[in-house]
């Protein structure tokens, strides 16, 4: 019977993610803000899969190549040259359904493929609509795991931080962890979990403020809210799928 724990670490920046043992590890991809939340969202509603790629040139030329939508952002944005943003509420069933989706993200796609690039045990997406899915998962593995947050342009943010910490808070009993980024997560996240959203307004979080700057409140206030979107989204073969 095993009787040591496995290790979890969280990674606050992909700027870090070469420090990590990525190789022997589950690796949780973090976007709160808004690209895992929208991947878990899309595929909640039916989509067949999202295709991740870390360039709008790259979403582009899927996109000609088979029948899909293509989408994603820029600086929260959406990007020039493609059909639609990364709204969760762009992806409502009647529109998604049975489709395929080719997404490219300012930070989330460019974690996902520098996971590949450096042999990820297995990748899957977390946020916070489909935050029980990731820690059932993540239980019966008893695998080490990286938590490993997008932030914004190597800059850390609170929200993914935040989603580690809830990770951590809700299983992290069933993890040996000597990771002092994750004791950072779970004590932000203790502090915050009354109300995820007045967290980020009152510390006046540089992603809500961006995304506020747009008329998104409604989008930030759905990616803090817990399992609205409760699938486990696993990549495989050069997709994302339920």
Same mark, same amino acid.
């Given at each position: 019977?095993?009787?040591?724990?496995?290790?979890?670490?969280?990674?606050?920046?992909? $700027?870090?993610?070469?420090?990590?043992?990525?190789? +022997?590890?589950?690796?949780?991809?973090?976007?709160?803000?808004?690209?895992?939340?929208?991947?878990?969202?899309?595929?909640?509603?039916g989509?067949?899969?999202i295709?991740?790629?870390?360039?709008?040139?790259?979403?582009?030329?899927?996109?000609?190549?088979?029948?899909?939508?293509?989408?994603?952002?820029?600086?929260?944005?959406?990007?020039?040259?493609?059909?639609y943003?990364?709204?969760?509420?762009?992806?409502?069933?009647?529109?998604?359904?049975?489709?395929?989706?080719?997404?490219?993200?300012? %930070?989330?796609?460019?974690?996902?493929?520098?996971?590949? $690039?450096?042999?990820?045990k $297995?990748?899957?997406?977390?946020?916070?609509?489909?935050?029980?899915?990731?820690?059932?998962?993540l239980?019966?593995?008893?695998?080490p795991?990286?938590?490993?947050?997008?932030?914004?342009?190597?800059?850390?943010?609170?929200?993914?931080?935040?989603?580690?910490?809830?990770?951590?808070?809700?299983?992290?009993?069933?993890?040996s962890?000597?990771?002092?980024?994750?004791?950072? $997560?779970?004590?932000?996240?203790?502090?915050?979990?009354?109300?995820?959203?007045?967290?980020?307004?009152?510390? %006046?979080?540089?992603?809500? +403020?961006?995304?506020?700057?747009?008329?998104?409140?409604?989008?930030?206030r759905?990616?803090?809210?817990?399992?609205?979107?409760?699938?486990?989204?696993?990549?495989?073969?050069? +997709?994302?799928?339920v």
């Amino acid at each position: 019977m095993q009787t040591t724990k496995p290790e979890l670490y969280t990674v606050l920046s992909p $700027a870090l993610l070469d420090l990590y043992p990525v190789e +022997k590890s589950i690796v949780v991809i973090i976007d709160v803000l808004r690209a895992t939340s929208t991947i878990a969202t899309a595929l909640y509603n039916g989509a067949k899969a999202i295709i991740p790629v870390d360039s709008v040139a790259e979403c582009i030329r899927i996109g000609k190549q088979i029948d899909s939508i293509t989408a994603g952002e820029r600086d929260g944005q959406i990007a020039e040259g493609l059909e639609y943003g990364n709204s969760p509420f762009e992806y409502p069933r009647e529109f998604i359904e049975d489709k395929t989706l080719v997404l490219t993200t300012t %930070n989330g796609t460019k974690l996902l493929h520098m996971a590949l $690039a450096e042999n990820a045990k $297995a990748i899957i997406t977390g946020s916070f609509p489909n935050l029980s899915a990731v820690c059932d998962f993540l239980v019966a593995q008893n695998q080490p795991v990286i938590l490993g947050c997008a932030a914004w342009k190597n800059r850390v943010n609170i929200e993914d931080t935040l989603f580690a910490g809830a990770v951590i808070d809700r299983i992290g009993k069933h993890f040996s962890i000597n990771c002092d980024s994750s004791q950072m $997560a779970a004590t932000m996240y203790h502090d915050a979990k009354e109300d995820l959203f007045e967290f980020m307004k009152v510390k %006046n979080a540089s992603h809500y +403020k961006r995304l506020t700057g747009f008329g998104l409140e409604k989008d930030i206030r759905y990616c803090l809210t817990p399992d609205g979107a409760n699938v486990l989204v696993i990549y495989k073969d050069g +997709k994302l799928v339920v």
